[in-house]
Structure formats: C-alpha cells, structure tokens
C-alpha cells in the first residue's frame, strides 16, 4: 500500500483525513506529527553557523559551520556520536536538524543567538 501524507491546512484537508479515517482498514496505522523545519529557518541556521565559523573559537580550535551545528546540537540535548572518518577525521552523527519540528528548530536558533551574544559574534542579517 502507498503511504498518504496530508498537511492539515484548511477544512476540506480536514475533512478529506476524517474520509481517509473512516475508510481505513482495521490494523491501519496513522501517525499525526508536527511538520518539520521551514526552507527560512534552514538558511538562517546555515547563515548563523558560517558567522559562528568565521569569528568564533571552541578550546582554541576553529571549526566548520559543520562541526558548530553538532556542537550546538548537543548542547541543546540531541544525541550525537563522534565516529572516526576514513582519513582519521571526527565525523558527526546524530539527529539531523531538518528532522526538528518547527518549534524546536526555533529552539535551536534562539539558543545559537543567545550564544553568540555570550561569545561576542556577530550575526549578519541576512534578511531574517
């Protein structure tokens, strides 16, 4: 069977998954779930990151914006594993960030805000 994927935006969507419910076989499983992270606060993320790369340092070490997202989303409590490259370099694994829900993607890029502010970076507006 092909899974269906309905955003519920307005009242006929509402009422086209209450139709969909209702036709449904026994066994059937649905799974309501917040949508994930917006094209905007991706490139705001991306744009953050990059003035953090550029200005900011972590125990003397520079790092790519790369790096600076797995560090910061460690912090903010997602789960990350460091696993050793084929060239010996650090690899970053863990919760990818366009799997974060709207509200806690803004989680996210308040918390790198109040960082830089901490740490003396300088976000660009980049029309945020």
Not at 79 to 90: A, D, M, Q, S, T
Not at 106 to 116: G, N, P, V
Request: hydrophobic share 40%; net charge negative.
């Amino acid at each position: 069977m092909v899974a269906h994927t309905l955003k519920l935006s307005h009242d006929g969507i509402r009422a086209r998954a209450h139709t969909w419910v209702e036709a449904a076989p026994e066994g059937m499983v649905i799974q309501f779930k917040e949508p994930t992270r917006s094209l905007d606060q991706n490139a705001k993320l991306w744009a953050m990151l990059g003035d953090v790369a550029k200005q900011a340092e972590h125990n003397g070490n520079r790092y790519t914006p790369e790096v600076w997202k797995a560090l910061f989303m460690s912090a903010c409590g997602y789960e990350l594993n460091l696993l050793v490259g084929l060239n010996g370099e650090p690899v970053p694994m863990g919760t990818s960030s366009s799997k974060l829900s709207v509200g806690k993607m803004s989680e996210l890029i308040e918390f790198i805000s109040f960082w830089c502010v901490e740490n003396g970076v300088t976000l660009s507006d980049r029309g945020f």
